[in-house]
DNA sequence: GACCAGGCACATC
DNA sequence: GATGTGCATGGT
């Protein structure tokens, strides 16, 4: 028999944080391109910084997918400088690209549908797509039913009491998968809810007054 | 001026 | 296999 929301702190998170926060509808993009683009630009940096670099690339007609493939590095360097480590993050938006245009024919669909730990495994091992970077994609860009891990979701897992301090990527992806239906949807919105309420009260000095989850069994100091 | 932000790859032990 | 470090901008 199925346990009833009160037995499960997973989904308890989540009804306060919806009840909170309200739908977020994520990722803040107007096409998939930009949520990959956004997804490679946002790796260790502030969203703040992505937008600036976004920007640029929208106002030089270049925020496609297409386009990054066609821009020469060092104008690529220079659109995307804004969001920080921009030598790095150049080069890893040509890896993507170049294997969706040589592999995929410039498909995003047909690169992310299919078998889903294949198509994982594929944006993985492209040099510069780690696991959250391609859950990322897959989740928002590709609608695959994959939840997203990043250091908020980690941070307040462990201030619950969810998981231990040192858990791994998959480790935390797990508790949620376990706890969850799978649904695209649900992911989609959880992984959104878990970055606001990270956002304004889950940084790294815990301001927990108002929070939605301030009633919830916690620890500010982990 | 230090510290941080929606990671990842690589070197070294 | 675990831990440390470079990447680099803009906000607090």
Request: glycine fraction near 6%.
């Amino acid at each position: 028999m199925h346990p009833k929301p009160k037995d499960n702190p997973i989904r308890t998170i989540y009804d306060r944080l919806l009840a909170h926060y309200g739908s977020q509808h994520w990722w803040p993009a107007r096409t998939d391109a930009e949520i990959v683009i956004g997804a490679i630009l946002t790796q260790n940096t502030a969203w703040s910084n992505v937008e600036r670099a976004l920007a640029r690339l929208e106002q030089s007609k270049c925020l496609t997918l297409p386009a990054i493939h066609g821009l020469s590095r060092p104008k690529l360097e220079a659109l995307i400088r804004p969001s920080g480590t921009y030598r790095v993050k150049a080069g890893r938006l040509k890896a993507f690209v170049d294997v969706l245009f040589r592999e995929f024919g410039g498909s995003l669909p047909d690169m992310l549908s299919g078998d889903l730990p294949a198509v994982r495994a594929r944006l993985t091992a492209i040099h510069g797509i780690g696991p959250e970077t391609a859950d990322a994609i897959l989740l928002y860009a590709g609608r695959r039913p994959v939840f997203v891990v990043d250091a908020y979701t980690k941070r307040v897992l462990r201030r619950h009491h969810r998981v231990d301090p040192d858990a791994d990527y998959d480790t935390v992806a797990n508790v949620f998968v376990e706890a969850l239906p799978t649904e695209t949807a649900l992911f989609n919105e959880y992984h959104a809810l878990l970055v606001a309420v990270g956002k304004e009260f889950c940084r790294t000095q815990a301001r927990c007054e108002g929070c939605p989850l301030e009633t919830l069994p916690h620890d500010a100091n982990r």
